[in-house]
């Protein structure tokens, strides 16, 4: 076989390999949640931490999260309103789900409109989300005292596929 052939051989062998693992998923999202449970504990004058979970549903058409069930754990420690926010959410559909921690800022501003934002780093995955790896940044807002609606968006790695831009 000629050094061609050989290099020939060897591209065409690599093609489907390529071909699936450029294949770019656009994984960005839009969630609404409402607050099913609250634990507050005062922790002194206008400090409280509160312990929540709520749920919802993300969109972002086209993607494989596309009416994922969601699910909020968090913990929120807010003095004279503002303060930092870190939990876990987990996405779920038939397919499987993912399940990510993040770290962020809840503020308060004058008028009472509560908002976060900060960063996520996916974590523990099953069914066709396992070996899922990425990282990113979220915002949301609250529309009243339980329901809120908020972005995602970052880079992700799914299995067999390469990073894109969620």
């Known amino acids: 076989m000629s050094r061609r052939s050989t290099i020939l051989a060897a591209v065409l062998s690599l093609a489907p390999v390529f071909s699936a693992a450029s294949i770019a998923m656009p994984m960005g999202g839009s969630f609404t949640g409402r607050v099913d449970s609250q634990t507050p504990q005062v922790l002194g004058p206008n400090e409280v931490k509160l312990r929540q979970t709520a749920s919802g549903i993300n969109t972002g058409p086209g993607t494989p999260l596309d009416g994922a069930q969601v699910q909020?754990?968090?913990?929120?420690?807010?003095?004279?309103?503002?303060?930092?926010?870190?939990?876990?959410?987990?996405?779920?559909?038939?397919?499987?789900?993912?399940?990510?921690?993040?770290?962020?800022?809840?503020?308060?501003d004058a008028q009472g409109r509560v908002t976060a934002s900060g960063t996520y780093r996916d974590g523990p995955a099953t069914g066709e989300f396992a070996g899922t790896k990425g990282n990113g940044t979220f915002s949301l807002a609250y529309s009243s005292k339980t329901d809120f609606a908020g972005q995602w968006q970052g880079e992700v790695t799914l299995p067999g596929q390469k990073s894109s831009k969620r």
């Not at 959410?89 to 993912?98: A, D, H, M, N, Q």
């Open 72 to 108: 909020w754990v968090e913990t929120v420690t807010l003095k004279n309103g503002q303060g930092p926010v870190e939990g876990t959410i987990t996405f779920t559909t038939p397919g499987g789900s993912t399940s990510s921690r993040y770290k962020g800022t809840v503020t308060t």
